[in-house]
């Protein structure tokens, strides 16, 4: 069998196993096992391997500072505070109970990126629902969602963002301009749908008689973490830097200061991370240069040149929606990282840029496999015995995905 068609192959059926978790495997598993296969059959060689893998290093830094923050939050209590702090707010209603969490995710997307808000907000969210005695379902959907609505209003707001544009990544009063009405319009008929498709579980009235914990020393370590990690990382946007580094430092940092007020934290807090989701994506950046080699970059850099000297308008809307939906089929990270790849060869005009980036960070909310940060918020759902079906995302994505990238795009249209 040709190398090319193995990768093709492999590929394949890594993101079946993503979507299908067959025999309740965990997601790495399948694009794990697709790079051994493609190893051993001498398809790719390591150094492929090795220069998808080191391609990664950024997003890996990134992952592993939110994931230690998120856990010292957990484990110290601080999502527990936060959860009696945003009950009392709601006054026993649910329904602003979910536009509270609206809001509090949407501004931890924009400061600290859709992943964090997958990985610290899902468990906060949690504890509040408990707290609360209100239907987990609607809260907790709330993260899934606004992670990817509210994902392109700033370029630290998404790991993709800084992967579309790589080295040529507008400052930020040039950012602003160009998305900020886009963001407005995909986080408002975000909400809209979802919380009309919500309305009835947010009915009932939820418990207003709450006692708010102490929070601890390192509950407020934790907090303290959390807002120097969104602090660093606006000023390393500003300043054009990698956001792995600042990250990965403010979680080590606060994990330290944790260890060293008791030290017998630190392998609780080390064995409860999730830490399957860094080979996954290690592997989808191993497979994204797999496929690189049997030409489909290429060939999608000479069709998006036809396609926008034929009609550039055209061109934007048919590819943020193309890229849009190919990102729930393959993930937006590996696409992505293949549309980066083209349009650095295709130079496309700036609107046809936009439109990509819109598609590869809002097309995910169809599907439960879209993103990165749908699949952390899937892994934290289970650490608290939740589970959402695919079938089920997948119907609610329906109605709420595809009016927000219409809107967002129109949005980006706009300017020239």
């Known amino acids: 069998m040709p190398p090319e068609l193995l990768i093709w192959l492999a590929a ?20 794990a096992a697709a790079v051994v296969v493609l190893l051993l059959l001498r398809a790719i060689t390591p150094q492929t391997a090795l220069l998808g893998i080191g391609k990664g290093v950024d997003v890996y830094l990134f992952l592993t500072g939110m994931m230690l923050l998120a856990e010292i939050a957990r484990t110290e209590g601080l999502f527990d505070w936060l959860a009696a702090l945003a009950t009392r707010h709601a006054q026993g ?25 997958a990985v610290v907000l899902t468990p906060a969210v949690a504890a509040a629902v408990r707290t609360a005695k209100a239907p987990a379902l609607p809260f907790l959907l709330v993260c899934a969602f606004i992670a990817n609505a509210a994902s392109f209003v700033l370029p630290i707001s998404n790991p993709a963002n800084l992967v579309i544009y790589a080295s040529r990544m ?22 809209v749908v979802l919380r009309w498709t919500q309305r009835d ?29 969104a602090i660093g990382l606006t000023g390393a946007s500003a300043l054009d830097l990698q956001l792995g580094l600042p990250t ?24 409860e991370i999730s830490w399957g989701v860094l080979p996954l994506v290690a592997a989808l950046f191993v497979l994204v240069e797999a496929l690189d080699q049997t030409g489909v970059i290429a060939g999608l ?30 993930n937006n990270l590996p696409v992505g990282l293949v549309a980066a790849s083209a349009m650095h060869s295709a130079q496309p005009p700036e609107q046809v840029t936009r439109a990509i980036l819109i598609g590869v960070d ?18 934290a759902l289970r650490r608290d015995g939740l589970a959402v079906g695919s079938f089920a995302f997948l119907r609610l994505g329906a109605l709420i995905m595809p009016p927000a990238l219409l809107l967002a795009l129109a949005g980006a249209l706009l300017l020239p």
């Open 12 to 31: 394949g059926l890594a993101v079946l196993g993503i979507v299908l978790r067959p025999y309740d495997l965990a997601e790495a598993v399948w694009p």
């Open 93 to 117: 209603s649910a329904r602003r109970l979910f536009l509270l969490t609206y809001v509090v995710g949407t501004v931890v997307t924009i400061f600290l990126s859709n992943d964090a808000t």
């Open 170 to 191: 507008p400052p930020l009063l040039q950012w602003l301009p160009q998305y900020l009405l886009p963001s407005v319009l995909a986080i408002v008929a975000t909400y």
């Open 201 to 229: 579980a947010l009915k009932q009235m939820t418990t207003t008689d709450i006692a708010t914990p102490v929070l601890t020393l390192g509950g407020k370590t934790a907090a303290a973490g959390i807002a120097a990690t």
């Open 248 to 271: 990965f430092i403010a979680g080590a940092a606060t994990a330290l200061i944790v260890a060293i007020a008791d030290p017998k934290k630190t392998w609780t807090i080390l064995k």
């Open 301 to 330: 850099a000479r069709l998006l040149q036809r396609a926008v000297a034929a009609a550039p308008a055209l061109a934007a809307w048919g590819s943020g929606i193309a890229v849009a939906l190919v990102s729930n089929i393959a």
């Open 362 to 379: 809002l097309g995910p909310n169809l599907s439960v496999t879209g993103s990165l940060a749908t699949i952390l918020w899937l892994t």
